[in-house]
């Protein structure tokens, strides 16, 4: 299995709203990241998981909230969004050693947030 | 810190022509470097990738070398297709072994037509 999945593919919330986003891997990869694409743009860092702990966080407003529950699981829970957050949020994942660092990517969660 | 430049698009080719798409990158130190594809409505796709100077990268047709002395990674096709329409970005990242973000250009929009 050499991909990585992500649900939901389209996801509308207000404002108020709390939900979450998820992402899986099953190519035994130990890091895993989240990244936010604007329109047009490319993608921006927003968090690192390394062997599940967290190790980068890009400064990302603690409306964004990540949790790593195990090695192939990667959430992305979302609480009082605002309008500007609308974007295309991708999961990624990588092996971790010398040459191995290049990362792959799931298909996306198109958010709006109204 | 590390930059990726890439070519302004969009670059719109007639099909079965030669394509270029340019990338300089300035960073330490000796990183990996990556094309990556996004085709509209999916996320990105690693299309290929070199971890040191002289590599060649190559996938799909397409080919980009690692040159070190003019810090470039320039994606060629011989014979562009249609199905070819998509964003490609330019990226490097820390060659080491642990998790690091990935550094993109802003992405060139290439456009075949019949």
């Known amino acids: 299995d050499t991909e990585v999945t992500q649900t939901p593919k389209h996801l509308v919330m207000g404002m108020t709203n709390k939900k979450s986003l998820k992402c899986e891997q099953h190519?035994?990869?130990?890091?895993m990241y989240w990244y936010k694409q604007k329109a047009k743009k490319p993608p921006e860092l927003m968090f690192v998981?390394?062997?599940?702990?967290?190790?980068i966080n890009e400064s990302v407003p603690s409306r964004f909230s990540p949790e790593c529950p195990n090695s192939s699981l990667l959430n992305l829970h979302l609480h009082a969004l605002q309008p500007e957050d609308s974007a295309l949020y991708l999961c990624?994942?990588?092996?971790?050693?010398?040459?191995?660092?290049?990362?792959?990517f799931g298909p996306g969660t198109r958010l709006t947030v109204l | 810190g590390d930059s990726v430049t890439q070519m302004e698009g969009p670059v719109t080719l007639s099909e079965e022509a030669f394509l270029t798409i340019n990338c300089t990158y300035t960073?330490?130190?000796?990183?990996?470097l990556f094309w990556y594809v996004q085709y509209p409505g999916e996320g990105l796709q690693l299309l290929l990738k070199?971890?040191?100077?002289?590599d060649k990268g190559s996938n799909k047709g397409f080919e980009a070398t690692y040159r070190k002395e003019t810090t470039s990674f320039h994606l060629e096709k011989g014979s562009v297709q249609v199905s070819d329409s998509a964003v490609y970005f330019c990226?490097?990242?820390?060659?080491?072994?642990?998790?690091?973000?990935?550094?993109f250009g802003t992405g060139t929009r290439l456009q075949v037509t019949l």
């Open positions: 990624a994942s990588s092996a971790l050693g010398q040459g191995y660092n290049e990362q792959f």
């Open positions: 190519m035994g990869h130990r890091a």
């Open positions: 998981y390394s062997y599940e702990k967290l190790s």
């Open positions: 960073a330490t130190g000796y990183p990996s």
């Open positions: 070199a971890t040191k100077a002289d």
């Open positions: 990226a490097l990242s820390d060659p080491g072994g642990t998790a690091s973000k990935l550094t």
